[in-house]
């Protein structure tokens, strides 16, 4: 006997930003390897995202000084911003695969958000950039409009509340193990989308699905939603 298969209900979408919205990942983790070596950290980009990604910029000096005893200076996180929103201006372009997607959900109706742990300037100027800004305007929310930042659920509860629609009823999709935790911390059901981190370790975190690509990701919603 065939076992029916149950397509997960999708009355919202909330997309985390960098990563998934925009291609910042590589961008801004080469930004802070630069600037981590200039103050005397010798580190490398695969330590530096195995280490921060999906994180605050907060969380770096403390741990910086823990695993490689190096005191980063007052002002720090300031000029590590500085720096990224010049290669965000200068560098970023659009998700070649991503318009697609969001036009589809549009014509059925699906409101969208970012959850971000990202500031809001960091995310006016990198989805400015790529032409996004506006068609998420009101309903961008940021680690810093709630009192924790992922792997806790907060900003992804806001942004389900920012729409009108049940946590419950929402696809949560990001690229980050603290994401995907706090995704699943907050009932949604949560896509890993794979970028730098692997799509085993997504599922470890307990993705409820994994996409490989943005072209995937298209396929697995335009499945769902054809009920």
Known sequence: MDVAVVKPVVRGVIFDCDGV???TENLANQVMVDL?????????ARETHDLFIGGTLALVAPTIA?????ILPDGWVDECYTRTFAAFERDLQ????????????????????VGSNGPHDKMKV??????????FAGRICSARDVPNPKPAPDV?????????VAIEDCVVID???????????SGATVIGLVDLTPAEILQGAGA???ARDHDHLHDLLAGWLNR
């Open 66 to 70: 823990e695993k490689f005893g190096v």
């Open 126 to 135: 990198s989805l400015g950039k790529v032409g996004l800004y506006d068609r």
């Open 208 to 210: 409820h699905y994994v």
């Open 175 to 185: 690229d980050s193990v603290a994401g995907v935790t706090a995704g699943v911390a």
């Open 94 to 113: 659009p998700i070649a695969d991503l318009p697609v997607l969001l036009d589809m959900l549009d014509a059925n109706g699906i409101p969208m958000a």
């Open 36 to 44: 981590l070596r200039q103050n005397g950290c010798n580190v490398t």
């Open 156 to 164: 992804f509860l806001l942004a389900a509340e920012r729409i009108g």
């Open 21 to 23: 919205l925009v291609d």
